[in-house]
């Protein structure tokens, strides 16, 4: 793995526990993400079950998350509410300066179109369409004429070393291709955050390490990149690792702190 | 999302499923190929109406005086039917009458006419229709003499028994022979053949060549009107304008004849191609009313098939919504995917069936004598019942997988 030259500033506990504090008021342009007291309850048949009762969480500008938890910690319910996917039950969820919380569902749309690049563990690329439409297919609902769309997906094709395979489809493509293909889309939009869903999960060891490669390079060029997963050595990439129990936050530690704990290398 | 955008997709959509699609569009495309087959053929039959019967048959700015009309469309109540039984009947001084009353320029023939049966040394061929007539009936109906001649005054003032005969007439009791001076018999009396008919073709598939012409007061009357009754006076105005002129003249001398008070009905009718037009205009509205009952099942069925497909459509590509929705797409990017989706197939539905009902009007027009003509307006409202049906069929599944919730439809497979 290559060490990186640039690290990204990691914010400090005390800086984050400030910006939570200040309920209601926006937090500073520095602050991409800040939640305070999200919570989030799902009535199953009559049963509420708390998935999230309260997480306050902050990250700035530039940073590398790796989130973790057991199943059932409430890292995937977290996971949708960052990604504007869902809205909280109580809470306030600040994204690159917008209170997105109260967002209904075309609002939400439009942030994650603009705001949120995802990246998933099954890829979900449109099957039927080539690698350069998939990666088109956020500027489409931004409303970017196809010309420049074209431009601008093959660009980001180029980056992640696809030139070559833009027409290709996805099933004429191994498994680190379509993740890169589904990196190329993510960030098509120059979105606030990389959102990435256990993005090594469908993927061996060798091409894990491919698209950590990609990440890690992405979060040194400046890009603040959050990333779910359940597996330590690969939380262990990020400069710093929340860990999610039964909805809370149990611990928020940089890496070398993590790794101490998580990894018996 | 733009529409073309959506429109891609959809074609997109059509060519990676292409048997699909082509049973999602049968139902659409039989509904409009009958659509565009019954509008061509009721507009074809519109013209040849209009073209040849009313020229034809009943003669350019004409109208004939009659105890009751002859055409009548629709059911004849038996009250009414008693009524017209109750009408006196025309007679050889109403036609004077009405020749000394008008308007010069204006042309008048009597007209006494049946089917009958003919005899010549030759042939005893089905019967021909025999028209015992004063000489200006030859004018009105444009019936121009191919070889030969019309009968002479003198012919007429005596009742000469001599006669006109159609084309087909001439070939079938003069097979191969010059008809001239021959003799064809009607209920056994001699007539002497003085004239050939030009060809007129035939309408409805009824030959306007299987008649002939005799003088009004030749023995043909006694066959035609055994009693001596007038079956129709034929006038002819000189120009389009003149005729409503002609018929108002018409209509005085015979309420004075008739002796009718102003508040009394006619008890007489005046049938004109203006009326048999009209009548036509009301056998049209049927043909339409029926010819469109298949379309619209077609259309029906089609929009039933289609909404099914869509909804397969959406459930088959619930995945697909959701990793649209993740990216950006709003409820309308979706719904307007679909909606585009579905109006396109519908509208390429509706495209074949034009092509298809282009086509039988066509084929109808080359095996029948109907010129069947495709309307211009039959194809703009395929056009636009297509996009309708295709919409309409579209928004239920559509406004469902716009609906959809992304988490959900993310974890679909």
Same mark, same amino acid.
């Given at each position: ?12 506990? =005390? ?5 939570? =504090? ?35 969480? =902050? ?207 | ?83 017209? +039984? ?93 008809? +001239? ?15 050939? +008919? ?157 092509? +298809? ?57």
């Amino acid at each position: 793995m290559s060490t990186n030259t640039f690290e990204a500033p990691i914010s400090t506990t =005390a800086e984050r526990q400030a910006i939570i =504090a200040d309920h209601g008021a926006a937090p500073g342009e520095d602050w991409v993400i800040v939640t305070r007291n999200l919570v989030r309850d799902y009535d199953m048949g009559g049963e509420v079950v708390h998935a999230l009762r309260g997480v306050d969480l =902050a990250i700035r500008r530039n940073e590398y998350v790796a989130i973790m938890g057991p199943s059932g910690s409430g890292k995937s319910t977290f996971m949708n509410l960052i990604g504007c996917l869902d809205t909280p039950t109580a809470g306030e969820y600040w994204l690159n300066g917008e209170l997105v919380s109260t967002k209904k569902d075309d609002e939400l749309a439009r942030v994650r179109n603009r705001e949120i690049g995802f990246v998933f563990q099954t890829f979900n690329l449109l099957a039927r369409a080539t690698a350069l439409h998939n990666v088109e297919l956020p500027l489409v609902y931004a409303g970017v004429s196809a010309a420049e769309r074209r431009r601008r997906a093959t660009e980001a094709l180029e980056r992640v070393q696809l030139g070559e395979r833009l027409e290709h489809k996805p099933n004429e493509l191994s498994g680190g291709q379509r993740q890169r293909v589904a990196i190329a889309r993510a960030l098509i939009n120059n979105p606030a955050i990389l959102l990435a869903d256990e993005p090594t999960g469908n993927l061996d060891s060798s091409t894990s390490e491919e698209i950590m490669r990609v990440f890690e390079e992405l979060a040194s060029q400046g890009q603040t990149v959050i990333m779910v997963t359940h597996e330590p050595d690969i939380a262990a990439h990020a400069r710093r690792v929340v860990v999610l129990r039964d909805g809370r936050i149990s611990t928020d530690d940089q890496r070398d702190k993590f790794a101490a704990a998580h990894l018996s290398v | 999302m733009p529409l073309y955008e959506a429109a891609r997709l959809a074609f997109a959509q059509i060519r990676v499923q292409k048997l699909k699609s082509f049973f999602t569009l049968i139902g659409v495309t039989i509904g409009v190929m009958f659509l565009i087959a019954v509008v061509s053929i009721v507009n074809g039959m519109g013209r040849y109406v209009e073209q040849d019967v009313a020229a034809k048959v009943l003669g350019v700015n004409t109208f004939t005086v009659r105890r009751f009309p002859n055409m009548n469309v629709g059911d004849v109540t038996s009250a009414t039917w008693h009524e017209w +039984l109750r009408r006196p009947r025309l007679t050889k001084e109403d036609a004077d009458a009405i020749r000394d009353a008008l308007p010069p320029g204006a042309r008048w023939a009597i007209d006494v006419d049946d089917y009958v049966d003919a005899q010549s040394r030759y042939a005893t061929a089905p019967q021909v229709q025999a028209h015992a007539a004063t000489p200006g009936l030859f004018a009105i109906k444009d019936l121009v003499i191919d070889h030969g001649r019309a009968f002479t005054q003198a012919e007429e003032q005596l009742g000469s028994p001599v006669v006109v005969i159609g084309s087909e007439v001439a070939d079938d009791y003069f097979p191969n022979l010059d008809p +001239l001076g021959r003799t064809l018999r009607f209920a056994g009396l001699p007539y002497r053949v003085i004239g050939v +008919l030009a060809k007129q073709g035939s309408v409805f598939g009824v030959s306007l060549d299987r008649q002939v012409v005799a003088p009004f007061t030749s023995p043909m009357q006694r066959l035609t009107s055994p009693r001596g009754y007038i079956h129709g006076i034929v006038v002819q105005a000189p120009t389009p304008a003149a005729l409503d002129n002609a018929m108002e003249v018409v209509t005085e001398v015979m309420r004075k004849r008739h002796e009718l008070r102003p508040s009394e009905p006619n008890d007489f009718a005046l049938e004109s191609s203006a009326s048999a037009l009209t009548q036509w205009d009301t056998i049209k509205r049927y043909l339409v009313l029926a010819g469109m009952v298949l379309p619209a099942i077609g259309l029906v069925v089609g929009a039933i098939v289609i909404m099914n497909i869509m909804l397969v459509a959406v459930a088959e590509r619930t995945r697909e919504i959701g990793i649209r929705k993740s990216l950006g797409a709003r409820r309308r990017d979706i719904m307007a995917q679909f909606l585009v989706e579905s109006a396109t197939l519908s509208i390429l539905g509706a495209a074949v069936g034009i092509g +298809l009902g282009w086509g039988l009007a066509r084929l109808i027009a080359t095996v029948s004598p109907l010129p069947a003509s495709v309307a211009l307006w039959s194809v703009g409202l395929s056009v636009a019942l297509g996009a309708g049906v295709g919409i309409a069929a579209g928004i239920y599944p559509a406004s469902r997988a716009a609906r959809l919730d992304p988490i959900t439809a993310l974890r679909a497979e």
